[in-house]
């Protein structure tokens, strides 16, 4: 069966940098675009980025442009968000999420304080 895990999540200073990872299995990893979304206390759960399958075409939100990145590894069947510059604004837990069939990760929390 679908499988999404995500790892990475921790505390971090302000102005710091984590990468969330999203081992994938049970499914053709390289044949379906990827996204992760995040949910912060009190909020609804929100896109943070999207890579598609094959020519891996990348979008963000406007809240993460320029300071996250996604990216893929086919050979890992793994789903990678490299987050630079945090604020604490990007307090949330983040999900790995595949959109074909509607599958979420169990969550990984990310926290932003100093």
């Known amino acids: 069966q679908v499988q999404l895990v995500e790892s990475g999540g921790g505390l971090v200073q302000p102005g710091g940098s984590l990468r969330l990872s999203c081992a994938a299995s049970g499914f053709t990893f390289s044949n379906y675009g990827m996204s992760w979304y995040r949910q912060a206390p009190g909020k609804e759960r929100e896109l943070v980025a999207t890579?598609?399958?094959?020519?891996?075409?990348?979008t963000y939100a406007d809240s993460v442009k320029g300071r996250f990145t996604i990216s893929r590894d086919n050979a890992k069947n793994t789903l990678y968000l490299q987050m630079n510059s945090l604020k604490s604004e990007d307090t949330a837990v983040y999900y790995c999420?595949?959109?074909?069939?509607?599958?979420w990760g169990q969550g990984t929390q990310v926290t932003v304080s100093s």
């Open positions: 890579i598609t399958a094959t020519y891996r075409s990348t």
């Open positions: 999420h595949r959109p074909t069939g509607g599958y």
